[in-house]
């Protein structure tokens, strides 16, 4: 990549931020991740800051009981009832390490909070991203560049542009949970929240990195934007659904999964650093392909 | 099909192209001279369109060939900022400022912020922009969003400047700034513009071509291609007999008398079988001969233009 298609990289995806935000798909995005964000944190805040939770002992325990079926299910897609037997009778020793990890060694509610985001996120980010490219297209708009910039570089420096959005929603988020979570239930010191909610943030960029990515890609691949937000989160949604549901026919089609981070994106929180580390990476390489494949449809595409 | 010489900026050869089962182009070849400007005139869904989209890289190329700026095929890296385009009803970001929108543009051709500062506002200056240059696109009107894309066009310093129909929908004072820009572009760029306004291009282009239903129908330097139609109109005091019509028609360069009896009057169209300088002379032996004849001319125009020759070659049809 040379330095001036690095400049145009960085021109698209500056004018992408600014341009999403100027147009309402962005702010659209800000309000509605925040306000579900914020929603979710205080779901499982809400209980403590009331006083409901007279046992914290308790509601750690059942907390990590919690954490640990949902991570057995992620883990070992198995049924419900079967990973709740094994978890309970001790069989799941990893998994119950991991729940353990999550609630009582790290502040617990960020964990939690965490957990939610990674389910919730993937559904979110289309909102913010699924505008890159069919607005443009449907418009026209695209003529006036195309004679001055190259396509890679602008789907490139678009998705840049979308997973900047992203991010900033991101960080904005974690904090005001980790400021909050400080301010009103003072369990937990500012070392112990920063330090976890900088793994959680760094864990939720890199599994936003394929779902903007794959929101680009469903963008360049039609020309109107609600079509493109529509697909972008049945994709999203649907192969999780397919895959759960179609792996009790047959167990190997449980790996449909794979198609998107949905089989691994737990592991970001991982005890294992090296864990979270290969989860990471596999998302990159998750966000890698469906960019390249998002360049590949633009180049190709009439316009 | 153009075999006058000098250097070549376009080179369209056997280009064929198709949406779904219908042909937008059959089979088109152009070449097109430097620091010319080249009129490419055709009905509606003639393919100028179609064409430009080729030539700017809009769409790929199905069948055919398309060489830019010294052998580049459309869309090459090299010919990023040399070659520009008014396309046709290509809309503005809607909410970005139209200055920040060209600020932009010219950004991506390399140059700093603050030189594309200035060439943006220069180019809105040129389009007469320059007071709603803070608003942003959802403001501006069909004939503003016409003018601003040829703003856009003519922003930096491009080598091939496409403009399609680029004074439909303005108002006669825009519609003479935009001409005077586009002979003003011909010092540094060669221009391909397409127009149904056959007058207004007959008075800026060099060369032309005739575009109908996806083919090349005539094509080379303006006067070449009216000469094929030029005819003289004389309009006279009262019917003329048949032996002065016949007096006319046997002049040297004349190739065909038709007369018509009007209410008061009688008209007679004369086809002048000659390029522009030798129909001048044509032109002067029938008017010694009207005066010769004492015959009663009361009007005398230059039937041969641009319009007649596109109206013929196409068989007087409209777009479809």
New interface residues.
């Given amino acids: 990549m040379t330095a001036?298609q690095i400049?145009?990289v960085l021109?698209h995806a500056g004018?992408n931020l600014?341009?999403s935000m100027?147009?309402?798909n962005g702010v659209t995005f800000v309000v509605f991740s925040t306000f579900v964000g914020l929603g979710l944190a205080n779901l499982l805040l809400e209980p403590l800051e009331l006083g409901l939770i007279e046992d914290l002992e308790e509601f750690q325990k059942n907390l990590a009981r919690g954490i640990g079926m949902a991570l057995a299910m992620a883990s070992l897609r198995g049924p419900a009832s079967t990973l709740g037997q094994l978890f309970d009778q001790g069989q799941l020793i990893d998994i119950s390490q991991w729940a353990q990890f999550l609630v009582v060694q790290q502040p617990m509610i960020l964990s939690a909070t965490f957990l939610l985001f990674g389910l919730v996120m993937p559904l979110l980010i289309p909102l913010g991203s699924f505008a890159t490219i069919a607005v443009?297209a449907e418009?026209?708009?695209?003529?006036?560049?195309?004679?001055?910039?190259?396509r890679w570089t602008l789907v490139f420096g678009r998705f840049l542009g979308a997973l900047l959005l992203t991010a900033l929603v991101l960080c904005a988020l974690v904090a005001t949970v980790v400021i909050y979570i400080r301010v009103q239930i003072p369990i937990y010191t500012w070392e112990a929240l920063i330090s976890w909610g900088g793994r959680g943030l760094l864990a939720l960029l890199a599994l936003s990195i394929p779902y903007v990515a794959l929101s680009v890609l469903v963008s360049a691949s039609v020309k109107s934007p609600r079509t493109a937000l529509l697909a972008s989160v049945i994709v999203v949604a649907g192969v999780p659904l397919i895959a759960f549901s179609a792996q009790n026919a047959w167990e190997p089609l449980g790996k449909l999964l794979y198609l998107l981070p949905w089989a691994y994106s737990h592991q970001l929180l991982h005890p294992d650093l090296a864990n979270g580390v290969l989860a990471a990476l596999a998302c990159f390489g998750h966000g890698v392909v469906f960019l390249l494949a998002a360049i590949w449809v633009f180049e190709?595409r009439?316009? | 099909m153009n075999n006058s010489g000098g250097e070549r900026v376009l080179r369209v050869s056997g280009l064929c192209h198709r949406y779904g089962d219908r042909f937008a182009l059959g089979g088109v070849d152009l070449e097109v001279p430097r620091n010319s400007i080249f009129g490419l005139v055709g009905p509606n869904g003639a393919g100028k369109t179609t064409l430009f989209?080729l030539i700017?890289?809009?769409?790929?190329v199905q069948e055919g060939t398309i060489e830019v700026l010294g052998g580049h095929r459309p869309?090459h890296?090299s010919?990023?900022?040399r070659?520009?385009?008014l396309?046709q009803?290509?809309?503005?970001?809607?909410?970005?400022t139209i200055f920040d929108?060209l600020v932009?543009?010219r950004?991506?051709?390399?140059i700093n912020r603050l030189a594309a500062r200035k060439e943006a506002a220069a180019a809105l200056c040129a389009v007469d922009l320059e007071e709603i240059s803070a608003r942003?696109a959802v403001v501006l009107s069909h004939g503003m969003v016409k003018r601003l894309?040829v703003a856009?066009a003519i922003l930096g310093q491009?080598e091939l400047v496409l403009l399609d129909e680029p004074t439909s929908g303005l108002d006669p004072a825009n519609a003479r700034r935009v001409r005077d820009l586009i002979r003003g572009l011909k010092s540094r760029a060669t221009v391909i513009v397409s127009s149904h306004n056959l007058l207004e291009l007959e008075g800026i282009v060099d060369e032309v071509a005739i575009i109908d239903h996806g083919r090349i129908l005539a094509c080379g330097h303006i006067d070449e291609v009216t000469r094929l139609d030029r005819r003289l109109v004389l309009r006279f005091g009262r019917d003329l007999t048949a032996d002065e019509v016949q007096i006319l028609s046997v002049i040297e360069g004349v190739e065909g008398v038709e007369a018509d009896d009007l209410e008061e009057c009688g008209e007679v169209t004369i086809a002048l079988a000659a390029s522009v300088g030798e129909s001048a002379a044509t032109v002067q032996r029938i008017l010694r001969s009207v005066v010769d004849e004492e015959l009663p001319l009361r009007e005398m125009r230059e039937g041969s233009s641009l319009e007649d020759a596109f109206l013929r070659i196409t068989g007087g049809k409209g777009g479809s």
């Fill in positions: 001036p400049r145009q021109l004018h600014r341009h100027r147009s309402g443009d418009s026209g708009a695209f003529r006036h560049l195309l004679t001055r910039t190259r190709r009439d316009l | 989209s700017a890289g809009y769409i790929g869309g890296p010919l990023l900022g070659v520009s385009i396309p009803d290509a809309a503005f970001e809607r909410n970005v929108q932009f543009m950004q991506l051709d390399g942003g894309g856009q491009p």
